[in-house]
């Protein structure tokens, strides 16, 4: 049974929610602000983090920030803002996916199983079962043990960016544009997501490139969509 913490400033939201996940299958944790969510990671395993981010003593975004030095959990964020600069703020700090208030909670609901099967899929604990390894040039995935390597240096990723990089080097010289990106990795339709796609390939990239600004493997194709250079 996966954990679910749910953090969130507005008790009858959690509430509501906790009822939802609960009906699914899932044990609930609750916290009401940033330093309660930060507390509670330290003595119990949660599985995904649900995270509003307007809230008193510990925000959400600085929230994230914190959780993200620690912890490699999925973590969608809440939000009563819809504008696009507050979405990207949110996936800039760290988070993986973002629902914007008023929401239906059966989205939520899709979007937290979304998010599991996910980190489930990324293995963070499997057992090595075999050498599946893509590799391009000195970028290397070996996808049974889960883990990035560039030039033999370990690189650490988030369940999104490990997919998306997947999905690239996997493909080799193939581009792909936004919305073939989204669509394979997020499994829905691709409405206005730009922004989102974009900013987990600059994470990618900072992540992977010794010049981010001059990328060696993951490439864009202007007004045509992203590569990883075949070697």
Same mark, same amino acid.
């Given at each position: ?15 509501? %929610? ?13 916290a009401y602000d940033g330093e309660e969510a930060l507390r509670a990671l330290k003595t119990q395993k949660a599985?995904?983090? !649900?995270?509003?981010?307007?809230m008193p003593k510990l925000d959400g975004i600085r929230a994230t920030l914190k959780i993200r030095e620690q ?16 979405? %990207? ?9 973002? !629902? ?63 997919? %998306? ?38 994470? %990618? ?18 007004? !045509?969509?992203?590569? !990883?250079?075949?070697?």
């Open positions: 049974m996966a954990k679910i913490l749910v953090c969130d400033d507005d008790r009858e939201i959690v509430e509501a %929610i906790d009822i939802y996940l609960t009906q699914e299958g899932y044990e609930v944790l609750k599985d995904l983090l !649900v995270l509003d981010v307007m912890n490699n959990m999925p973590i969608i964020i809440l939000s009563a803002k819809s504008e696009d600069a507050d979405k %990207i703020l949110g996936l800039n700090v760290g988070a993986d996916d973002y !629902v914007t208030k008023p929401f239906n909670p059966l989205e939520l609901v899709a979007r937290v199983k979304s998010q599991l099967r996910r980190y489930t899929q990324l293995g963070s604990t499997a057992e090595h079962t075999g050498q599946e390894v893509y590799e391009a040039g000195g970028l290397s995935i070996n996808d049974d043990l889960k883990e990035v390597t560039v030039d033999g240096e370990p690189v650490k990723l988030t369940p999104i960016e490990y997919n %998306i990089l997947l999905l690239l080097v996997k493909n080799q010289g193939k581009v792909f544009s936004i919305d073939q990106i989204y669509e394979s990795i997020w499994n829905e339709d691709a409405i206005g997501v730009d922004n989102t796609v974009a900013v987990h390939i600059r994470h %990618i990239r900072e992540k992977i490139e010794i010049n981010p600004k001059e990328p060696r493997y993951l490439k864009v194709v202007w007004g !045509v969509g992203y590569k !990883v250079e075949k070697f």
